[in-house]
């Protein structure tokens, strides 16, 4: 096909449940002009036959079988095959609305755009709800307002919320722009390796927009965060070689001073949701850090399913001198249907638990479910909440 606007490469593993709902969302794009790469990351299932049979009945549809090395290194593959103007990512268990690349590629037009960055839809069984961007939609041109971008796109509030989401799959981007980063990036990193390449492109991209809408479904499966000693090890490194590799290319860009701040928030934030039982007892006052006044014996509310919120969870129930009272979150019957044991507050005798750990993020969230909390009964000194300048001056 000539004139290909899009194209949008698709890392394939081990995916067949999935992967039906994937390709026949890409597939009935209103924009036509695009070209599908499937890259068949040495899957061990039916996904390799899945993408064939897919390609048989679509002449837009191209397949590329390789050995399992990673998503960086099956996007890397389908990117040096693509010839669209610009490209998007789709990972392969996650499914796309009709409209996605229409509205983005006459987002990008209109604006002559290096970046359209969208929201997300984060689904969670039958539930969802959408996640957009922190910084103000718009464009970002001028060197002033490339600026904000900059100042915001990691951490744009008190402690930690992302301004830009750092995914590859909620944006078009520039082909270009998209070579020259995500080739750039080791194959050795396995967390964030996103980020990896979406913060650096920020940097680098003349025109960036932003936008309220949100066309990505991101599916969320019932996976465990309870690691091995050795396991954890590696969680650690690959943490530790993200963060050495950002302030690398953010030097090399010119903008690390402005970024410094928010990139260690951004990697304490990885620390504490992919490695917390290291961090847990750094502070002698507390045996839950960052958690502040947490004593043996404490019986404890963990409020928050989110990926912190399940890493504090997980290490509390298997923590000898700390009792779980319940896992609470308000998308309970979502988590659930996962298999989570994650109640209502209305169902988790809040009264009878000493302290509730409130294990999120955003401040801003923080101060709602400390309100809800205490509506319900809870004294102010219950409610524990991230120690920001201990977390900080590590």
Known sequence: MENIKVSIVVPVYNTERYLYRCLESIRGQTLKEIEIILVNDGSEDCSGEICNKYAAEDDRIHVIHKANGGSTSARQAGLAISSGEYVGFVDSDDWVESDMYHTLYKTAIDNRADIVAEGVIDEIGNEYCIKRNQLSDGKYETARERNIVYRNMISCMSFFSLGIWPYLWNKLIRRELALLHINGIPRSIRVGEDAAAVYPMLVHAGVIVVSDKAHYHYCRRNTSLMLGEKQEDQEYESVVQLHSFLKKRFKELGVYNLVREQLWRYTANNLLTRVYGKFAGLDRESILFPFPDISQGDSLIVYGAGAFGKAVYEYIISCSVLKVKAWVDQWASAY??????????????????????VAVFCESLYREIREILMIKGIMPNQIKWIDIEKLLHL
Do not use: F, H, P
């Open 336 to 357: 659930q249907s996962l298999g989570w044991d994650v109640r209502t507050l209305e169902n988790a005798d809040i009264e009878m638990a000493d302290k509730v750990v």
